[in-house]
C-alpha cells in the first residue's frame, strides 16, 4: 500500500522559534497534501490542503502566515510553523492523495514549545 | 458544516466480549465513511472504508455498517483483545475528511 512519512516525528523547541515538518508520499506521487492538527484528547482538524504547485488554501482560523506550507514536488511538503509557542505544541498529521481520493495518513510529529 | 460525533467517548470492557462504536454525522450528502484506530502518540491506521453506495463492510473481526439516511455509522468488533485498545475515529469524507471525537477503546484482559 501506498505509504506516507514524516519527519520529525518528535521535536521539542523553545518560544519564539521555528520548526519545519516534512511530509512525504515514498511510493507514490501526492498531487494533494493535508495537514492535519490534534489537540490532546480531541480529534483531528484540517489546517489546509495544498496542491503541488500551487499555493495551499487554508482553513478559517488558520493563520497562513504562520503555518507556511509548501508543496514544491510531488512527494515533498513541508509545514514551517513560525515563530512556535506553547499554544501551537500539538500533534500535526499530513496526509496525502495521488490519482484516487483515497488519502494515506502519515504517522503524525509532535511538536512541544517550551 | 459537517459535524461528526461518537458515542460513546470512552468505553471499557472485558476481554472477549462483542462492542459496537457508534458514529453519526449531520450531513448526509457524504461520499464516504471510513474508520480509523489511533495508537496513542501515533498516527492513523486505516480499518474499514464504506463508500457512500454500500451500507457495510467487513474485515477479520470488524464490521462497520452505512446508514445515509439516518446519518450514521457503527463498528462492530466482535470478540474484543486486549490489542484492540486503541481510540477509534470515524471520518466521513465531503472532498476532504471531517473526523469524529473518537472512541477511547480499553479491552481489559
Known amino acids: 500500500g501506498a505509504v506516507v512519512s514524516q519527519h520529525p516525528s518528535r521535536v521539542i523547541c523553545k518560544s519564539g522559534t521555528s520548526v519545519k515538518i516534512e511530509c512525504r508520499s515514498l511510493d507514490f506521487q501526492a498531487t494533494t497534501m493535508f495537514w492535519y492538527r490534534q489537540f490532546p484528547k480531541q480529534s483531528l482538524m484540517l489546517m489546509a490542503t495544498?496542491?503541488?504547485?500551487?499555493?495551499?488554501?487554508?482553513e478559517q482560523g488558520v493563520e497562513k502566515d504562520k503555518f507556511l506550507i509548501n508543496h514544491a514536488s510531488l512527494t515533498l511538503s513541508t509545514l514551517t510553523v513560525t515563530s512556535a509557542h506553547p499554544e501551537d505544541s500539538s500533534f500535526y498529521i499530513c496526509?496525502?492523495?495521488?490519482?484516487?481520493?483515497?488519502?494515506?495518513f502519515g504517522p503524525g510529529t509532535r511538536l512541544t514549545v517550551l | 458544516k459537517q459535524e461528526v460525533t461518537q458515542i460513546p467517548a470512552a468505553l471499557s470492557v472485558p476481554e472477549g466480549e462483542n462492542l459496537v462504536l457508534n458514529c453519526s454525522f449531520t450531513?448526509?450528502?457524504?461520499?464516504?465513511l471510513q474508520w480509523f484506530r489511533q495508537d496513542p502518540g501515533k498516527g492513523l491506521t486505516s480499518l474499514l472504508l464504506i463508500q457512500s453506495s454500500q451500507r457495510e463492510q467487513t474485515s477479520g473481526r470488524l464490521n462497520a455498517s452505512l446508514d445515509k439516511s439516518s446519518g450514521r455509522s457503527t463498528l462492530y468488533i466482535a470478540a474484543s483483545q486486549p490489542g484492540d485498545s486503541a481510540t477509534y475515529l470515524c471520518?466521513?469524507?465531503?472532498?476532504?475528511?471531517?473526523f469524529g471525537t473518537g472512541t477511547s477503546l480499553t479491552v481489559i484482559p
Open positions: 450531513d448526509s450528502a457524504i461520499y464516504n
Open positions: 495544498s496542491n503541488e504547485g500551487s499555493k495551499a488554501t487554508y
Open positions: 471520518a466521513v469524507i465531503i472532498v476532504q475528511f471531517y
Open positions: 496526509s496525502a492523495s495521488g490519482r484516487t481520493d483515497t488519502q494515506y
